[in-house]
Nanobody, 123 residues
Framework: QVRYVESGGGLVQPGGSLRLSCLVSGVTLDDYAIGWSRQAPGKEEREGVACISSSDGRTYYADSVKGRFTISRDNAKNTGYLQMNSLRPNDTAVYYC???????????????WGQGTQVTVSS
């Protein structure tokens, strides 16, 4: 069974930084892409934020975070990361990770969702 444990969220002032981690168990991450998504307060849909492929490490970002967020992975630790810089109030959301078959937006993911990690950007 695939499980996700996201961590690293918290309260940060605008302009600040956070580094999120995603520990995956139940599957070897080497063969899968890793995606981060977020769900903002009051919104039903999750927004895809970033994805890193398994084969060549190519990265993809939503326009809203491009140039501020960096996705990475450590296959030896079965862990994905999301470095978030220059945070803005509208980055406030619960952030989730998932192992995906690819970074194609239509690609499915493995297993269910983790509990997510809350990121709050406020002064």
């Amino acid at each position: 069974q695939v499980r996700y444990v996201e961590s690293g969220g918290g309260l940060v002032q605008p302009g600040g930084s956070l580094r999120l981690s995603c520990l995956v168990s139940g599957v070897t991450l080497d063969d899968y892409a890793i995606g981060w998504s977020r769900q903002a307060p009051g919104k039903e849909e999750r927004e895809g934020v970033a994805c890193i492929s398994s084969s060549d490490g190519r990265t993809y970002y939503a326009d809203s975070v491009k140039g501020r967020f960096t996705i990475s992975r450590d296959n030896a630790k079965n862990t994905g990361y999301l470095q978030m810089n220059s945070l803005r109030p509208n980055d406030t959301a619960v952030y989730y990770c998932a192992a995906r078959f690819s970074c194609n937006p239509d690609s499915g993911s493995l297993g269910g969702w983790g509990q997510g990690t809350q990121v709050t950007v406020s002064s």
